[in-house]
């Protein structure tokens, strides 16, 4: 005891009276913000615009009922894992679930990461990992990705063999840009000793292909493979806080170290569990978002915008006669919300689109040509 009283430094004890200063390499941080703007059309953080199927808000609800509130719930989340890993074809000791993915993802940062072991990233990507791995005290070696956000491999390459990473994030399909990383590219990617390679596939169901088919294929030779999902995108159920991960059983028991105990309640065990006996209502739910996004992008192709071709629930584009944020006000004027990445770093001037109902995507595709007229 004495010694943990000692490894605290005596400016953080000085008063009785006043806070410890927080960790200095977190001092500089911002967290993480997504405007919240009070607007009719909300199309800014991904959310499925569709709730989701009633037969499960019923089942839900009914068996809300049976739960012992006064009991912890099941520590290894026995049905929900068993459940997931039954979808995916794999054994239940390859599932680890969390509140939402960026939980799976702070529990990968704090068994693989931290101080000494560096996490490499190919940026424009998902600003979370860089986050997360701050956070959690992990070094990052980043490299940038290609100007159509492809990985340009020798970038990878290099990046790989200077920073030798314990943890390497792939995000395909990949968030701001929307496009997946093929199965060539992410093979080649974990040939090149990334170190536990994680793929972050929230909009994995929007794609053609997913690295859980690389597992799949060559289990032995693809065990350093991670593949990160959530519930919160295609499944409607943003709300419900739940991601998970499919890896070797190896990884699955590095995070169970991490984890809090009882860190999934029982309400949410049982609200993933569920969902699952509603897989084919979630499929039609993705396939009238494809049609949807097929239709934004067709129209935007006639804006004088720059646009890539998306795998995911959201289309990124860039204003070219009018600068980003006045359209964003533009848009926002017309009580529509999306997101103004224009700041971000490699994706400059740019803003992101999430795939809405049709009658929401009308409401924007209108607000927008208005605003660039
Ligand atoms: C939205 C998103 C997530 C989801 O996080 P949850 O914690 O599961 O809601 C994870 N990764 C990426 C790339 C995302 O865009």
Known sequence: ?????????????SS???L???RPDLAALDGYHSAQVDVEVRLNTNESPMPPPVGWQEALSEAIGTIEFNRYPDREATALRTALAASHGVGVDQIFCGNGSNEVLQCLLLAYGGPGRTAALFEPTYTLHRHIARITGTPVAAGPRQDDFCLDLEVVGRVLAEAKPAIT???????PSGRADSTDEILAVAGMDPGLLVVDEAYGQFAPSSALDL???DPAGTRHIAVVRTFSKTWSMAGA???YLVADPEVVRALELVALPYH????KQLAGRLALDYAAQMNERVAAVVVE???????LADLPVETWPSDANFLLFRPTSKDARVVWADLVSGSVLVRDCSQWPGVTGCLRVTVGLPEENDRFLAALTESLR
């Open 16 to 18: 009785s009276s006043s």
């Open 293 to 299: 996004r097929e239709r934004i992008a067709a129209v």
């Open 215 to 217: 597992r799949r294929n």
């Open 20 to 22: 410890p200063a927080v």
């Open 241 to 243: 806080r739940l991601g």
């Open 169 to 175: 994030f792939l995000c395909s399909p990949n968030n």
């Open 1 to 13: 005891m004495a010694d943990v009283v000692d490894a605290v430094p005596p400016d953080a004890t």
């Open 264 to 267: 999934l309640d029982a309400v």
